[in-house]
C-alpha cells in the first residue's frame, strides 16, 4: 500500500479506477501477443501502430515487459488501494452510489466503468480498437467486457446474464446495448456498451437540473410549517412522511392550481430529502418505452437520494386500456425501484392499476379558506399590494397558491397594482381550466338594462349577496361547522323565453366580478352510458378551480324530473339526474339554472336552489320601459316614435322587442335617416309573424297602410 490520501472528488475517483483499467487492457493484450490473435495484416499498423498502444499504456506504474503475473499482482495491489481511499473518503463517490443503488457487483461495476471511458478520454477509442482486433470497434462490446473482467470462459458464460433486458444495468437504462448500424442483427456479444449521459454525469460529478424522462432535480424547499395550509392537512402530510420510505405512494388529489405541486415539494423538505420532477403526461407523449422510463427514473432518484414527484398523474389513470398498460408499465418500474413517490393529480387513484396494491396514502387537497387566501395573497403581492384590497381579492376568487402566486405576478407588472388590476388577474387564473368546456359571455348588461317587478329584482340582488358575503357567514360566523355540504350558491331563473333571465345571469356576473361560462348541453348529454357523467365531472371540476359562474340555459333538458324506470334508458336518465344532484351539492361555486318551464324541473333539485326568481312576462308598463331602454343614446329616434302605443298593443317579451328595435335600426340605416315608426311597426309585424301571429288592421289601427306598404 502506498499510503495515498482519500479520494477528494468523484473525478479524482473515477481517473484512479481507469488507472487500475488500464492495467486490464494492457494483461488483454499481452495475452493476444502471446497467443498471436491479433491480426497479421501488414496494413493494420497503418491505423494502429503497437508502439502507439504500448505508449498509451506505459501511463501506469507497470513495466512494458511485464509478466503476466507481474501485471496480475499489480492490479491487485491498485485494486486494494483505491478501496481503501474509497472507504476513507469523506463523501461516498458517485461510482460506489450507483452500485449500491442498483445492487451492482464487481463485475457490473466494471462494466459501468468500461462504458464510462471514452467519456473522459478519446484514447480510449484507440486502446479499444486495437484490443478488439477491428478498427471499427472504437466503443465496448459486450465480448470485450467479458474478456477482461472473467477469469475463464465458463465465468464468461455465467456474466453474459448481466446483459439481459431484465437485469440492473440494462432495465435501469445504465447501460445500453447498441447494434452496428451496418449489422443491425449483431448478436449480444457483438454489441457495443452505450452509457446513459445522466448517469455518466453523475459519476464525473457534473452536477445537472435535468434528470431522465424530462425530469428536473428542484432546489430546496419550504417546510410544511412554513406553508399556509389548514392543519389537518399539514397533520395528514407530516403523518405521510416516514411511510414514503417504507413504499407507500402518496397521492395529493386536488384541481390544478391548488398548490399540491408546493406540498410534493414540501414533504420532500420534511424528509430532508431533494425533489425530482417529472410530468406525467409529457411521460406519456414523448416516451416510446414507459418501463425503460420508469426505471431509468428510480435510478436517478436513487442516486440523488431524492422523492420522485410525478405531476399531472391523472394522465396515468386515464380509462383507455392502452393508455392504463403504459402506465402500469411505468408505476410498476417505479414501484420496484423502491423510491419515495409522490403523485399528484386531478383525479383519484385507480384500484385497478396492478401497482402499489393497497398501499397507497390518499389526500385531498381542498382549496384554501379565506384567511389562508388572504395571507397567501399578501405573500405573494409581497408589499406590492399597498393598493389592494386583500379581502375583497380573497372573497371573490377561490384560487390555490400556484393560481394566486401567478396571478400576483401578473398583476405586479403595474408599478403599483390596484385592487382591480389583481381583480383582471385573478379573474385570468380563474377560468383558464373551463376554456374548451364552455362558452365563455361577455358581461354586457347592468343593473340600468334589465326591467323586472319589484320583488324579483330585489331576489336578483340578494342572490349576489349571498355570493359576496360567504365567506363571511361560511368562515367568519361559523356556519362551514353547520352545513357539510351545499355550500354554493344555486339559483333558478324560471320564465317565458325572451323575459331577461339570460341577461339577469349577465348582471350577476358582472355584479360580482366574476366569469360566467354557457353550458353547450350538446357537449355535455351523450347517447353513450357514462360519458354524460364524465363530461359533468370535467366541467365542474374545471369550475372548481375556475370561480366561475356555470350558467345551464334551457336546464330542463338536463336537469328533468326523474321518470318510473321502464328500461334501462330509464334508469341510466335517472342515474344522469342523481349525478347531477351529487355534483351541484359538492360545488361550492355558482350554479344558475334558467328554464322556460319551472314545472318540469326535478324536486330535487328544486328543493336545493338557494334562490329561485321568476321572471314574469313584463305588462304594459314594463313593456313601455323596456321600449325605452332598447335604444342606445347614440341611436336616433324619430318625432313619430311612440313607445306607448307599442306597449299597450302589442305583448311581446323583452327579447322580441330587441329583435324588433334592431331590425329597425337597420332598416333606418339603410334608409339613411333616424329610427321611425314606420320601421318599428315594419319590425313589429314581422317578429309577430316568426311568433306565428298574424298581423291584424286591429292591433296596427293607424299603422295599417304601413305595413301594406312594406309588403
Known amino acids: 500500500m502506498t499510503g495515498a490520501p482519500p479520494f477528494a472528488s468523484a473525478a479524482g475517483h473515477v481517473l484512479a479506477e481507469l488507472d487500475r483499467l488500464e492495467l486490464l487492457v494492457r494483461r488483454q493484450v499481452l495475452v493476444l501477443r502471446a497467443a498471436n490473435l491479433l491480426t497479421e495484416d501488414e496494413f493494420r499498423g497503418l491505423y494502429i501502430a503497437d508502439a502507439h498502444v504500448d505508449a498509451l499504456l506505459d501511463r501506469v506504474g507497470a513495466e512494458s515487459g511485464a509478466s503476466l503475473r507481474e501485471l496480475d499482482a499489480v492490479i491487485e495491489e491498485v485494486r486494494r488501494e483505491n478501496s481503501a481511499r474509497e472507504r476513507a473518503a469523506v463523501e461516498e463517490p458517485p461510482l460506489s452510489r450507483l452500485c449500491r443503488a442498483l445492487g451492482l457487483d464487481a463485475f457490473e461495476r466494471d462494466v459501468v ?43 464468461g458464460l455465467a456474466r453474459r446474464s448481466a446483459f439481459a433486458a431484465g437485469g440492473p444495468l440494462v432495465r435501469s437504462g445504465t447501460i445500453r446495448l447498441l447494434a452496428d448500424g451496418q449489422e443491425p442483427e449483431r448478436v449480444r456479444l457483438g454489441r457495443f456498451l452505450a452509457l446513459d449521459e445522466h448517469v455518466a454525469d453523475f459519476l464525473l460529478g457534473q452536477a445537472r437540473d435535468d434528470v431522465s424522462a424530462g425530469g428536473r432535480r428542484l432546489p430546496p424547499a419550504l417546510r410544511l410549517d412554513a406553508l399556509v395550509v389548514a ?71 436513487r442516486l440523488h437520494g431524492a422523492v420522485l414527484h410525478v405531476g399531472r398523474a391523472e394522465a396515468l389513470l386515464d380509462r ?30 385507480d384500484p385497478a392499476l396492478e401497482v402499489y396494491g393497497g398501499r397507497v396514502v390518499v389526500t385531498e387537497v381542498e382549496p384554501p379558506a379565506h384567511g389562508a387566501r388572504r395571507e397567501l395573497w399578501l405573500r405573494a403581492l409581497d408589499g406590492a399590494g399597498g393598493c389592494v384590497d386583500v379581502d375583497v381579492v380573497a372573497g371573490r376568487f377561490r384560487l390555490g397558491p400556484a393560481r394566486i402566486l401567478d396571478a400576483a405576478r401578473e398583476a405586479a407588472r403595474s408599478t403599483q397594482p390596484t385592487t382591480q388590476d389583481v381583480l383582471a388577474a385573478a379573474r385570468a387564473q380563474s377560468s383558464r ?112 378551480a375556475s370561480n366561475a359562474i356555470l350558467f345551464f340555459d334551457e336546464a330542463d333538458a338536463l336537469f328533468g324530473k326523474r321518470s318510473e324506470v321502464r328500461d334501462a334508458h330509464d334508469r341510466y336518465a335517472n342515474i344522469e339526474v342523481a349525478y347531477l344532484l351529487q355534483q351541484m351539492e359538492d360545488y361550492d361555486g355558482v350554479v344558475i339554472l334558467a328554464t322556460n318551464l319551472s314545472k318540469n324541473i326535478d324536486d330535487a ?10 321572471f314574469p312576462f313584463p305588462d304594459e308598463e314594463h313593456r313601455e320601459r323596456i321600449w325605452h331602454i332598447v335604444f342606445p343614446d347614440e341611436t336616433p329616434l324619430g318625432d313619430d316614435v311612440d313607445f306607448g302605443f307599442l306597449a299597450r298593443h302589442f305583448e311581446l317579451s323583452g327579447g322580441n322587442v330587441r329583435n324588433v328595435a334592431l331590425a329597425a335600426a337597420f332598416r333606418a340605416a339603410d334608409a339613411g335617416r333616424p329610427v321611425a315608426m314606420e320601421d318599428l311597426v315594419v319590425g313589429t309585424a314581422r317578429e309577430l309573424e316568426k311568433l306565428g301571429r298574424l298581423p291584424s288592421r286591429a292591433e296596427f289601427r293607424e299603422y295599417w297602410d304601413l305595413i301594406l306598404e312594406a309588403v
Not at 283 to 292: F, K, M, P, S, Y
Request: glycine residues 6%; negative net charge.
Open 113 to 155: 466503468l468500461l462504458a464510462l471511458a471514452p467519456e473522459v478520454d478519446l484514447r480510449w477509442e484507440i486502446l479499444f480498437a486495437y484490443v478488439q482486433n477491428d478498427v471499427t470497434k472504437r466503443r465496448p462490446t459486450v465480448e470485450l467486457a467479458l474478456k477482461l473482467f472473467c477469469a475463464t470462459v465458463e465465468e
Open 433 to 544: 381550466e373551463l376554456h374548451g368546456l364552455a362558452e365563455r359571455i361577455e358581461p354586457l348588461y347592468g343593473w340600468n338594462d334589465i326591467v323586472l317587478p319589484r320583488r324579483p329584482l330585489q331576489a336578483l340582488r340578494d342572490a349576489c349577496t349571498s355570493v359576496r358575503l360567504r365567506y363571511v357567514v361560511y368562515e367568519q360566523w361559523g356556519f362551514e361547522h353547520r352545513i357539510a355540504y351545499g355550500r354554493g350558491v344555486n339559483v333558478l331563473f324560471s320564465g317565458p323565453s325572451g323575459t331577461g333571465k339570460t341577461m339577469a345571469s349577465q348582471i350577476v356576473a358582472r355584479e360580482l366580478d366574476l366569469d360566467i361560462f354557457k353550458i353547450d348541453l350538446s357537449t355535455v348529454v351523450s347517447k353513450y352510458i357514462g360519458e354524460t357523467e364524465q363530461n359533468l365531472r370535467r366541467i365542474f371540476f374545471a369550475a372548481r
Open 605 to 614: 333539485f328544486a328543493r336545493r336552489m338557494h334562490h329561485t326568481i321568476e
Open 231 to 301: 392543519d389537518t392537512l399539514r397533520d395528514e402530510l407530516a403523518a405521510a412522511c416516514p411511510l414514503l420510505g417504507a413504499g407507500f405512494p402518496l397521492l395529493l388529489t386536488g384541481a390544478d392550481g391548488a398548490g399540491k405541486g408546493a406540498l410534493a415539494a414540501a414533504v420532500a423538505a420534511e424528509l430532508d430529502r431533494p425533489l425530482i420532477r417529472v410530468d406525467a403526461a409529457s411521460v406519456l407523449a414523448d416516451e416510446e418505452d414507459l418501463a425503460t422510463a420508469g426505471a431509468a427514473l428510480a435510478r436517478d432518484a
Open 320 to 349: 383507455d386500456l392502452a393508455v392504463r398498460r403504459k402506465a402500469t408499465a411505468f408505476l410498476r418500474e417505479l414501484e420496484a425501484g423502491d423510491v419515495p413517490l409522490v403523485l399528484t393529480s386531478t383525479l383519484g387513484w
